[in-house]
């Protein structure tokens, strides 16, 4: 009985020792956030991922949250901004930015089609058209661009449409309108100037000579008007336009005079150039 009661005090000392040792601490787990499954918890989530650089959870994100309501357009846009940014980091001609611009592209064509089709949207889709070498979606975009906001851009894009597939009566006729109904907008010089390059491509070159005759001297008007401005005129984006457009057109009218052997008249404009500073 004494062996028994001995063991017994032993076993307890023991139990009393253990518990009073260092105890191991459990590792604390930080909660995981939980996304609630609506359109907004979802874009919001997509939106947390592309500040945080990681475009493909994003992207996985803003597509389920558009597809829970077709109505719900925030996270198409994000996407498709997204996908923009992505492509202009890539080189120039690579694969990938073509990939990334088709991609951005197609979701402003979504947006658009759902009725979302605000002016910058119009521009973007022009802008990313013309860089994919589509020239017909470019023409389609810029119609519907310069309906909606007749503006001298967006005109002016509608010309270059017309001109890149080819269509001169399109450019002649958009381009005599806007002449006239922009007669104090820094694009002037370029309606000039491709109203001008379109009646070369129909064999008109009188006309052309005429036009860009006409349009030097309402785009120095122009240039007289941004100069009387004051401040830094040179760095404004009115002067650089209005300044390139004249060298541009002095360039076609070099082209023409010595295609023709207009000897006298191709000495003017090389002075032309030479005081615009073009020395090539």
């Known amino acids: 009985m ?109 947006l658009e089609a759902r009725g979302d089709a605000d002016a910058d949207i119009y521009e973007r889709l022009c802008e990313m058209s013309s860089t994919l070498g589509d020239d017909r979606t470019f023409l389609v975009y810029a119609k519907k661009n310069a309906e909606r906001f007749p503006y001298d851009r967006q005109v002016f894009n509608l010309t270059r449409a017309y001109y890149d597939v080819e269509d001169y009566q399109g450019v002649i006729r958009t381009a005599k309108d806007a002449i006239e109904k922009f007669k104090e907008s820094q694009y002037l010089g370029s309606f000039y100037r491709i109203l001008g390059k379109a009646y070369t491509k129909i064999d008109r070159d009188q006309t052309a000579e005429r036009i860009l005759v006409t349009g030097l001297k309402a785009t120095d008007a122009r240039i007289a008007a941004v100069k009387g ?14 300044h390139e457009d004249k060298v541009q057109m002095l360039l076609i009218l070099k082209q023409l005079h010595t295609t023709y052997k207009a000897q006298e008249k191709l000495e003017q404009v090389e002075r032309q150039l030479k005081e615009e500073g073009y020395g090539r």
Do not use: H
């Open 2 to 110: 004494k062996y028994q009661g001995t063991y017994a005090v032993a076993v307890i000392m023991l139990l009393i020792m253990a518990g009073c040792g260092p105890s191991t601490e459990t590792a604390r787990v930080e909660p995981v956030p939980v996304v609630p499954t609506t359109r907004e918890g979802l874009y919001v989530r997509g939106q947390q991922f592309w500040i945080d650089r990681k475009a493909d959870s994003a992207m996985v994100y803003f597509l389920r949250s558009a597809a829970m309501d077709s109505s719900y357009n925030l996270p198409l846009r994000d996407l498709a901004q997204m996908q923009y940014e992505r492509a202009m980091l890539e080189p120039e001609k690579s694969r990938k930015r073509t990939e990334l611009l088709r991609s951005s592209r197609a979701q402003y064509v979504r």
């Open 229 to 242: 401005g004051g401040g830094e005129y040179r760095a404004t984006d009115a002067y650089r336009r209005l």
